[in-house]
């Protein structure tokens, strides 16, 4: 993703403390990683985003989409964790786990009247659903 919490990519890479916290300083020297809050961090540009991400397998990317998921959703508070637990199960090639939580974020996106926001969700959630067949 864009922005991730420094627990979550401990969680992600399994590493101890010091060696992640060298490797995320590492990253800021280098300009690639910027912390926006204490332990919250973005790439500095998508393209380097995009950079890191094109550069994994396929087989890689499921793992750490599947790992991201798995993070994100002990600490689901939010329709935005929800989705984004959902997109990261959709993209780990698990759309059938994907779907409880596109769905309750299209839900808590609804009540809180952000109707393009829960309409782009429901779509999500009906693009992971199996298809419905026509009745006769």
Known sequence: GREADADVLQELAALP????????????????????APSRYQF???????????????????RMHRGAA???????RSEDAYADVGRHLERAGAPARARPGYLR??????????????????RAYLRVSPRATACR
């Open 105 to 122: 974020a299209a839900r808590d996106a609804a009540a809180r009247f952000a109707h393009e926001l829960s309409e782009d969700l429901y």
């Open 17 to 36: 403390d010091v060696p992640l916290w060298d490797a995320l300083e590492g990253c800021r020297a280098r300009l690639v990683l910027d912390e926006i």
């Open 70 to 76: 798995t993070a994100l959703a002990s600490r689901a």
């Open 44 to 62: 500095l540009h998508d393209q380097l985003r995009e950079a890191c991400y094109a550069g994994l397998r396929a087989r890689e990317r499921r």
